[in-house]
């Protein structure tokens, strides 16, 4: 056990992310906050309303006016956020851009779709230096600042600038690639000098660290031992942490009444006696195209499952100014159309694809009712619609079907595992799963169950937090001997 020097009483903890957990919308003339998409705002959710810390962000829409702003962040300061407002320009240029357009295709091994535009770094540049301005202005020399993802890859040596002794941890959600695919960047080293200005850097993968290590070593000339790494002037650590799910949520909310009624009401829509379930944000690192054509696949070489099995497919919006995500969604919408055009009747359709977000009792319903989870990305840091999924199996009933490619896929060995490049292998595994025995299924889901329910999020957050309050007494020995 490691001692915790954080337990300073007034010292807080700052989350620094690109969004923050809620994003402004206009509704009916007035401006409401709806939750967040993704992994990181649901995995966070419930750490920073806790005492005094504060989760510092973007709130998800222009705000020109400056009486607005203010209004905007009265309200939040009184929820433990803080906003960062970005203007049109920096959210086409930083967010759309240089984020989506250049980190996140290469990061997730689609250097094909990458653009390299100088401007679009340099906005990218200049944004990071903003949400380092607004930081100096809230952080106290205790606070311990844990910046979040690939949107900020230069922010933590900003920081370390500006406030030199501060505690920095770093956290990247999605997949670091290996050098032969991160050299590829034009600012290769810049951005990972920028990480280097962190105390302790996580990644959710043992191979994504590897990457990582290799890469600094290659272009910044720094080795590494047992993941210490030193700058020269400092020692950093940079390790491995999974990221968990809040199993109870995901548990208690499948258990409520609530969510049993809106899981009948959705059972008795659907004429099919199995139900295979897809969710994710729209993004081609999700494989939905090569879902959807393994699936067209087995309605094909099984037809004794039509009218027998759903795919039950919700697909949440997300980026879609951008043009990758444009052609995306229209791929989709194809294949969709296609697929049910071809196969169904008057009263069945193989597809029920929505595409829109849902609240979290809707999410539960289908996790409940699902024979079989279908998450098949080709590539992903993490994935944490899997686990709500297992979480969510409280008969322990039903087959996760996982890509290897997903950083889960390394803790959750019991799920049927597959390569989403190989669609008969898909095609078999989704047959396997469909006719799986129920003994066999339990035995799969209560194993990965208590894993999840162990290593969940506040394990996850403990362990972050705790490896670098030693990572900051380490540096205080190694700087006294
Ligand atoms: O988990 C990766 C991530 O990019 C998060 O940083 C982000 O909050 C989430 O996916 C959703 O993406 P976006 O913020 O672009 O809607």
Same mark, same amino acid.
């Given at each position: 056990q490691q001692p915790d020097i954080?337990?300073?009483?007034m010292a807080k903890l700052i989350i620094v992310s690109n969004r923050l957990p809620v994003k402004l919308q206009e509704h009916e003339g007035r401006l409401d906050f709806k939750p967040s998409e993704g992994g990181l705002a649901t995995g966070l959710g419930s750490i920073y309303?806790?005492?005094?810390n504060l989760w510092i962000g973007w709130p998800g829409m222009v705000v020109e006016e400056e009486a607005q702003q203010q209004q905007i962040v009265e309200n939040l300061n009184g929820q433990n956020m803080h906003p960062v407002f970005l203007t049109e320009k920096e959210i086409k240029e930083?967010?759309?851009?240089?984020?989506?357009?250049?980190l996140w295709p290469t990061f997730h091994y689609f250097s094909q779709y990458a653009i390299y535009e100088q401007q679009l770094w340099e906005t990218y540049v200049e944004v990071n230096q903003k949400y380092c301005d607004e930081l100096v202005k809230v952080a106290e020399p205790d606070d311990t600042i844990w910046v979040h993802d690939?949107?900020? /890859?230069?922010?933590p040596s900003m920081l370390r600038e500006k406030l030199p002794e501060s505690t920095i941890g770093f956290f990247q959600h999605i997949p670091f690639p290996s050098y032969e695919v991160f050299?590829?960047?034009?600012?290769r080293k810049e951005l990972l000098e920028g990480m280097l200005g962190s105390d302790l850097i996580g990644f959710h993968t043992y191979d994504d660290m590897r990457h990582f290590l290799s890469s600094v070593n290659r272009l910044v000339g720094h080795g590494s031992t047992h993941g210490w790494i030193n700058t020269g002037n400092r020692s950093l650590l940079v390790d491995s942490f999974p990221m968990g799910i809040d199993y109870e949520k995901y548990e208690q909310t499948a258990d409520s009444e609530d969510v049993k009624k809106r899981e009948k009401i959705f059972r008795n829509n659907l004429h099919s006696k199995k139900i295979v379930l897809s969710i994710d944000r /729209?993004?081609?690192?999700?494989?939905i195209p090569q879902r959807l054509q393994a699936f067209e696949l087995f309605l094909e070489r099984y037809p004794e499952f039509h009218e027998k099995v759903t795919l039950v497919m919700l697909v949440v919006p997300s980026r879609d100014a951008v043009e990758k995500y444009k052609e995306l969604k229209n791929e989709v919408d194809e294949l969709v159309g296609r697929i049910n055009g071809k196969y169904s009747h008057m009263n069945w359709n193989p597809i029920q694809y929505f595409y829109r977000s849902y609240p979290l009792e809707t999410l539960s319903a289908f996790y409940r009712m699902a024979d079989v989870a279908l998450v098949t990305p080709?590539?992903?840091?993490?994935?944490l619609v899997c686990k709500e999924y297992v979480a969510s199996k409280l008969d322990q009933t039903g087959v996760l079907i996982l890509s290897?490619?997903?950083?889960?896929s390394k803790e959750l060995s019991e799920a049927l595992l597959i390569?989403?490049?190989d669609i008969n292998q898909m095609v078999e595994t989704l047959h396997t799963a469909l006719t799986m025995p129920e003994d066999i299924q339990k035995q799969h889901m209560q194993h990965m169950q208590e894993s999840l329910r162990r290593y969940n999020i506040h394990h996850w957050v403990s362990m972050f937090m705790d490896r670098l309050s030693y990572v900051k007494i380490k540096q205080l020995s190694m700087a006294t001997t």
């Amino acid at each position: 056990q490691q001692p915790d020097i954080r337990y300073n009483h007034m010292a807080k903890l700052i989350i620094v992310s690109n969004r923050l957990p809620v994003k402004l919308q206009e509704h009916e003339g007035r401006l409401d906050f709806k939750p967040s998409e993704g992994g990181l705002a649901t995995g966070l959710g419930s750490i920073y309303k806790k005492k005094n810390n504060l989760w510092i962000g973007w709130p998800g829409m222009v705000v020109e006016e400056e009486a607005q702003q203010q209004q905007i962040v009265e309200n939040l300061n009184g929820q433990n956020m803080h906003p960062v407002f970005l203007t049109e320009k920096e959210i086409k240029e930083f967010y759309e851009g240089f984020s989506n357009e250049t980190l996140w295709p290469t990061f997730h091994y689609f250097s094909q779709y990458a653009i390299y535009e100088q401007q679009l770094w340099e906005t990218y540049v200049e944004v990071n230096q903003k949400y380092c301005d607004e930081l100096v202005k809230v952080a106290e020399p205790d606070d311990t600042i844990w910046v979040h993802d690939y949107q900020l /890859l230069l922010l933590p040596s900003m920081l370390r600038e500006k406030l030199p002794e501060s505690t920095i941890g770093f956290f990247q959600h999605i997949p670091f690639p290996s050098y032969e695919v991160f050299r590829l960047l034009p600012w290769r080293k810049e951005l990972l000098e920028g990480m280097l200005g962190s105390d302790l850097i996580g990644f959710h993968t043992y191979d994504d660290m590897r990457h990582f290590l290799s890469s600094v070593n290659r272009l910044v000339g720094h080795g590494s031992t047992h993941g210490w790494i030193n700058t020269g002037n400092r020692s950093l650590l940079v390790d491995s942490f999974p990221m968990g799910i809040d199993y109870e949520k995901y548990e208690q909310t499948a258990d409520s009444e609530d969510v049993k009624k809106r899981e009948k009401i959705f059972r008795n829509n659907l004429h099919s006696k199995k139900i295979v379930l897809s969710i994710d944000r /729209l993004d081609y690192s999700k494989g939905i195209p090569q879902r959807l054509q393994a699936f067209e696949l087995f309605l094909e070489r099984y037809p004794e499952f039509h009218e027998k099995v759903t795919l039950v497919m919700l697909v949440v919006p997300s980026r879609d100014a951008v043009e990758k995500y444009k052609e995306l969604k229209n791929e989709v919408d194809e294949l969709v159309g296609r697929i049910n055009g071809k196969y169904s009747h008057m009263n069945w359709n193989p597809i029920q694809y929505f595409y829109r977000s849902y609240p979290l009792e809707t999410l539960s319903a289908f996790y409940r009712m699902a024979d079989v989870a279908l998450v098949t990305p080709m590539r992903d840091g993490m994935n944490l619609v899997c686990k709500e999924y297992v979480a969510s199996k409280l008969d322990q009933t039903g087959v996760l079907i996982l890509s290897e490619m997903a950083g889960a896929s390394k803790e959750l060995s019991e799920a049927l595992l597959i390569n989403p490049n190989d669609i008969n292998q898909m095609v078999e595994t989704l047959h396997t799963a469909l006719t799986m025995p129920e003994d066999i299924q339990k035995q799969h889901m209560q194993h990965m169950q208590e894993s999840l329910r162990r290593y969940n999020i506040h394990h996850w957050v403990s362990m972050f937090m705790d490896r670098l309050s030693y990572v900051k007494i380490k540096q205080l020995s190694m700087a006294t001997t």
